[in-house]
T-cell receptor, first 112, second 115 residues
Framework: SQQGEEDPQALSIQEGENATMNCSYK?????LQWYRQNSGRGLVHLIL?????REKHSGRLRVTLDTSKKSSSLLITASRAADTASYFC????????????FGPGTSLSVIP | DAMVIQNPRYQVTQFGKPVTLSCSQT?????MYWYQQKSSQAPKLLFH???????NEADTPDNFQSRRPNTSFCFLDIRSPGLGDAAMYLC??????????????FGDGTRLSIL
């Protein structure tokens, strides 16, 4: 069963623009993670934010978490063509720390 | 480099013919996962092992089974594949516990086709 939803399902932007993806989830969580998947490949971990954190940065990535709204956003600044991929949020299924469920994902296309 | 390796990358089997997908890891992680991912969809958790403890998802078909003979290896057995089982199968590992604040590491998947 899926834990949440992502918005938008698909996003197309020009190189250099910022891309924002949103994720909502249904139950309490310990952590929320964002992953990236290039076509035909496995998923690659981008960033983890804990339930007691509100914002986290990693390079051109900025993640926010609002536990009151059960939502998170991923911002990619100054996008590049190489950022073209699918992006998924994932949450654990509280109180289980080890069961990880993925949202439906956002397909990002960055046009050179 | 330490990694998660899935073999083969592409697997073709016949309708109803049992097939086994394999996953190995050199990360020494105690948790291993199997996900099924269909085109343009999210990975769907089938089961996971915490050490040797097997955790099956309620909606995982009975047709799917798994074995973990040791820390490094995990297998996905599909006893009688149907056309609906054609998908990418992803293996992932993770250090368990630690309040779940460790990332998963994924293999590149096995794409299963059913003839």
């Amino acid at each position: 069963s899926q834990q949440g939803e992502e918005d938008p399902q698909a996003l197309s932007i020009q190189e250099g623009e910022n891309a924002t993806m949103n994720c909502s989830y249904k139950t309490s969580i310990n952590n929320l993670q964002w992953y990236r998947q290039n076509s035909g490949r496995g998923l690659v971990h981008l960033i983890l934010i804990r339930s007691n954190e509100r914002e986290k940065h990693s390079g051109r990535l900025r993640v926010t978490l609002d536990t009151s709204k059960k939502s998170s956003s991923l911002l990619i600044t100054a996008s590049r063509a190489a950022d073209t991929a699918s992006y998924f949020c994932a949450t654990d299924a509280y109180p289980s720390y080890d069961k990880v469920i993925f949202g439906p994902g956002t397909s990002l296309s960055v046009i050179p | 480099d330490a990694m998660v390796i899935q073999n083969p990358r592409y697997q073709v089997t016949q309708f109803g013919k049992p097939v086994t997908l394999s996953c190995s890891q050199t990360l020494n992680h105690n948790v291993m996962y199997w996900y099924q991912q269909k085109s343009s969809q999210a990975p769907k958790l089938l089961f996971h092992y915490y050490d040797k403890d097997f955790n099956n998802e309620a909606d995982t078909p009975d047709n799917f089974q798994s074995r973990r003979p040791n820390t490094s290896f995990c297998f996905l057995d599909i006893r009688s594949p149907g056309l609906g089982d054609a998908a990418m199968y992803l293996c992932a590992t993770r250090t368990g516990g630690l309040f779940g604040n460790q990332p998963q590491h994924f293999g590149d998947g096995t794409r299963l086709s059913i003839l």
